[in-house]
């Protein structure tokens, strides 16, 4: 493969909802390896339908995705899921993400069940599942004895750690965080944004970023794309975001976060 491949291609997505609600309107996206992209947009602007398009959780209308050089539109069955399971997602409510009745430790290797020959090589270096486990939670610094825990026995900021550590379990070409701070208090969103920047920058893990919020755009991101109505209206380099060619779509959003 190429070492100029984009970790996640997209071309000519579009989603219309019954009622003829145009939600993603021809959309090209590329991430480019080791890349944090952020996807800004207001409320409705059609970015959590892109991201369910990308994962295969909504049917496109129109479209073809890529990860790395497979074309995921392309698969069927077995073959898909297992390709598309190397794309991993991290949803604004964890507590929604993760089966109330199952311990954490259960949940958080459960990505690479479906995954036996990665499964089989990461237990083997780990020592164990359990041990597998630790090391994922002391990666996003939980402690270890909260494996044995049920999702409702531990706080929301502990819970989406445990998503992205759940998402780190299959080492991932690509990880689509969606709003993952949204539902959290300003010093939880600070710390799972520093998390996910250290994160990023260790692992070179390519991430998509999906936001309202321009400042943590700005933190985490390299690059970011405005969305509105469904269409892309611009795409630059983060440390570009306040220059003065940018769209007034953009500096309208810029000027609420001030």
């Avoid at 947009?41 to 892109?50: C, F, I, N």
């Avoid at 794309?225 to 440390?239: A, D, H, K, L, N």
Wanted: proline content about 5%; aromatic content about 4%.
């Amino acid at each position: 493969m190429s070492s100029t491949t984009p970790a996640l291609l997209a071309q000519g997505i579009s989603k219309t909802y019954p009622g003829g609600l145009r939600a993603v309107r021809d959309v090209d996206l590329a991430i480019e390896r080791g890349q944090c992209l952020a996807l800004v947009g207001q409320s409705g602007s059609g970015k959590s339908t892109l991201a369910r398009c990308l994962l295969g959780v909504e049917p496109m209308d129109s479209g073809r995705v890529w990860l790395g050089a497979d074309e995921l539109t392309a698969l069927s069955g077995e073959t898909y899921r297992r390709r598309r399971a190397r794309m991993q997602a991290v949803f604004q409510s964890a507590t929604d993400s993760f089966n109330a009745r199952l311990p954490l430790l259960t949940s958080v290797l459960e990505p690479l069940d479906c995954q036996p020959d990665v499964l089989r090589r990461r237990v083997e270096q780990a020592g164990g599942r359990r041990q597998l486990a630790e090391q994922l939670f002391e990666r996003v610094d939980l402690p270890t004895t909260l494996l044995d825990r049920m999702p409702g026995r531990v706080s929301g900021g502990q819970l989406q750690r445990a998503a992205i550590a759940r998402a780190l379990s299959i080492e991932p070409e690509l990880i689509v965080l969606d709003e993952p701070t949204a539902s959290l208090d300003v010093s939880l969103q600070a710390r799972i944004l520093n998390l996910l920047k250290g994160l990023q920058e260790e692992l070179q893990v390519s991430m998509l970023f999906i936001t309202h919020d321009l400042a943590a755009a700005r933190f985490v991101a390299d690059r970011i794309v405005v969305m509105r109505q469904g269409q892309f209206i611009e795409e630059f380099p983060t440390q570009d975001l306040c220059a003065d060619q940018r769209d007034p779509y953009t500096r309208e959003l810029v000027n609420l976060f001030r």
